[in-house]
């Protein structure tokens, strides 16, 4: 059973949905006219946790978002002027155009934070006429009035408001109206659904009360009324939406429908900032950029919005973000060399399940539908997928029957096994179950596992700093993923060598591995490679430079080297300096020194000797062969 805690009637309830099986959400989105703040993020980090727990108890969503691209004034309580048009007058640019940068901004924040796109990202500017058939719904219905400034609630007309979701008093709230009191408002806490613009007002739309432009809270309104219809399941947003815009949505609702227009409401609590609000004034309103500056990545940041629960406050230092920055880190590395997950969160890495049938073309009725499990990559879904299709291909091409079942996906042999049969087309049964007996796991068994399991990485790097007199630096790098570990430590064993393989894969590697956007898991080179490599260069038969060439070859082309035996070329000693343009006086000194020695002089090390009256000398020669691929040969 699912309980969630209810702002509207203050204690966890169980969750009922209007619709067996089916989750009607809205969330109030940004308002675009500045890049949304760490704060923000923590609302929006919620609204998927949530989403993604509703999914993961079989529910099917239906989610709904806004963008607030007109109608949001300075202040929640209608004052002052809309907050795109006052940053696109400061800016010099027009409201379109500071809508769209910080809309993709805002679009390219909640991808890195592994946030789920809602199935539906509704714009204000788009939805105008939705808001003003809206707004004419509450005034036919008794609950608003006009002025000469625009289409007022009248909050009279609701004896709870200000209790229905905040728990406000009314006369508290009459209190706190701004004081230049509108004269033609019949409350002061009455609150604009439509603004008629003046002259100047760039975003305004014509109505059946002249050119107007909306107020901020009737959007969400319209918008969530169009998508999901006047009655939904849950509706999310920050604390800071309840005494003002969510106490707003709920009387326009009663006033158009006459009811409220969700079940549930849920709140994030505020962000604080070392113990504080956060504030332009202080200089401490942080966005994920600024936190990318500072070496924080934004799953970090959502990692440690994890730390407390929603409903507390949540205290931000760069000590206490470093630290869930590391926690993160280490679970990532355990699960990685483990073989749980690939961890590549920020592509939508996952754990999935892939049901799959196929049938002739010409037949109606579906084929026999199978089931791979636990699926952690979009790419072992895509060679899962391809796979199970042409095995069934296969088994019906022979005359055979699909059998019904679970299947589990091997990746690396690139092919699934049956696990289990199902026993009918329902997926699973349910617990309880009586025919299931309790599994009970050995102390011999987990001490088992616990001998057989692999080096974690922390471990390793301390070995590698001990065994192998690495700084911790390195070994940290070494083990930042398996595939790299893997190489290092085989490399090593073959060569004896692990300071001449970790400047290698420190060096060339991840320098080639950056310039080409080549992932850990897709490196090819074999250790034996670097082995090799590592042989020529101690042996003296190439140098460093050379070297660096070779290996990356050995990246690009996927090519084995092999080294016949070193021979001597005699050189003329006149051709060879004719050959690399030697000045003539070096040209003068050279021979000088070559006929010293030859007269018994200083050693230079060439080792002249005389032939047909020429001066010569041997020159070693290493003939280095590469031998490329199948594929590169066939090309």
Same mark, same amino acid.
């Given at each position: ?296 990545? %934004?799953?970090? +940041? /959502? *990692? !440690? ?12 230092? @760069? ?105 009918? %087309?329902?997926? +699973? /049964? *349910? !617990? ?12 011999? @068994? ?190």
């Amino acid at each position: 059973m699912l309980k969630l805690y209810n702002t509207l009637t203050r204690k966890k309830e169980e969750f009922v949905p209007l619709k067996k099986g089916t989750v009607k959400m809205y969330s109030c989105g940004p308002t675009v006219y500045n890049y949304a703040h760490i704060g923000n993020m923590r609302a929006y980090i919620f609204m998927d946790t949530l989403r993604k727990v509703l999914k993961y108890n079989g529910y099917k969503v239906k989610h709904v978002m806004n963008i607030t691209d007109v109608g949001h004034l300075v202040s929640d309580a209608d004052e002052g002027e809309d907050k795109m048009a006052k940053t696109a007058r400061i800016e010099n640019r027009s409201v379109y155009e500071i809508a769209k940068e910080y809309t993709d901004a805002f679009m390219k924040d909640i991808k890195a934070l592994n946030i789920d796109t809602p199935e539906h990202i509704a714009k204000a500017t788009e939805h105008i006429r939705e808001m003003e058939i809206y707004v004419n719904d509450i005034v036919k219905n008794g609950y608003a009035y006009e002025t000469s400034k625009g289409v007022y609630f009248d909050t009279s007309k609701l004896p709870n408001y200000g209790k229905m979701l905040s728990n406000n008093n009314i006369d508290d709230l009459k209190a706190g109206a701004r004081v230049e009191v509108d004269t033609e408002k019949r409350n002061p806490q009455d609150f604009a659904l439509w603004i008629k613009a003046p002259k100047e007002h760039i975003m305004k739309w014509n109505s059946k009360w002249g050119l107007c432009y909306p107020g901020w809270h009737i959007e969400c309104s319209a918008m969530s009324r169009k998508y999901l219809g006047d009655k939904f399941d849950i509706h999310t947003g920050g604390v800071d939406h309840i005494p003002i815009h969510h106490e707003n949505e709920i009387a326009q609702s009663i006033g158009a429908t006459g009811h409220n227009l969700a079940n549930y409401w849920m709140h994030v609590e505020f962000l604080l900032i070392d113990g504080g609000k956060m504030s332009k004034s202080l200089g401490n309103v942080y966005t994920l950029n600024d936190l990318k500056a500072k070496g924080i990545d %934004a799953l970090s +940041y /959502r *990692y !440690f919005t994890y730390s407390s629960h929603y409903r507390n406050k949540l205290n931000f230092t @760069w000590d206490a973000i470093k630290s869930a920055k590391n926690s993160l880190n280490k679970l990532r590395d355990i699960l990685m060399f483990l073989g749980v997950s690939d961890c590549k969160m920020q592509e939508g890495s996952m754990r999935a399940d892939v049901n799959l049938s196929i049938r002739p073309v010409g037949q109606e009725e579906f084929g026999t539908r199978t089931e791979m499990k636990n699926m952690n990559s979009f790419k072992a879904i895509q060679r899962a997928i391809k796979y199970e299709a042409e095995r069934q291909m296969d088994i019906l091409d022979a005359g055979k029957e699909v059998m019904q079942e679970t299947r589990r996906w091997d990746d690396n042999n690139g092919e699934s096994y049956a696990m289990r049969s199902k026993e009918n %087309a329902q997926d +699973y /049964r *349910y !617990f309880p179950e009586p025919d299931l007996l309790p599994i009970e796991i050995s102390e011999e @068994w987990i001490n088992d596992a616990k001998k057989n399991m692999p080096e974690l990485p922390e471990a390793k790097r301390a070995r590698y700093v001990e065994e192998f007199g690495l700084t911790d630096y390195d070994a940290s790098i070494l083990t930042s993923a398996r595939e790299i570990s893997r190489l290092f430590e085989d490399a090593t064993e073959l060569c004896g060598e692990p300071k001449e393989v970790s400047n290698l894969i420190m060096g060339e590697l991840m320098r080639l591995m950056s310039e080409t956007s080549t992932l850990a898991e897709d490196l090819t080179m074999e250790p034996k490679k670097i082995a090799d490599l590592i042989g020529l260069i101690k042996g003296n038969k190439i140098n460093r430079s050379v070297a660096k060439e070779v290996f990356e070859e050995m990246f690009k082309k996927d090519f084995a080297l092999q080294c016949e035996e070193t021979t001597l070329v005699p050189v003329n000693l006149k051709s060879w300096m004719e050959l690399t343009d030697t000045s003539e006086d070096v040209q003068e000194e050279i021979t000088n020194l070559m006929k010293a020695e030859l007269e018994g002089g200083r050693k230079t090390g060439f080792s002249p000797y005389n032939k047909d009256s020429q001066i010569m000398f041997d020159h070693r020669w290493l003939l280095l062969i590469g031998v490329k691929n199948k594929e590169d040969r066939e090309e």
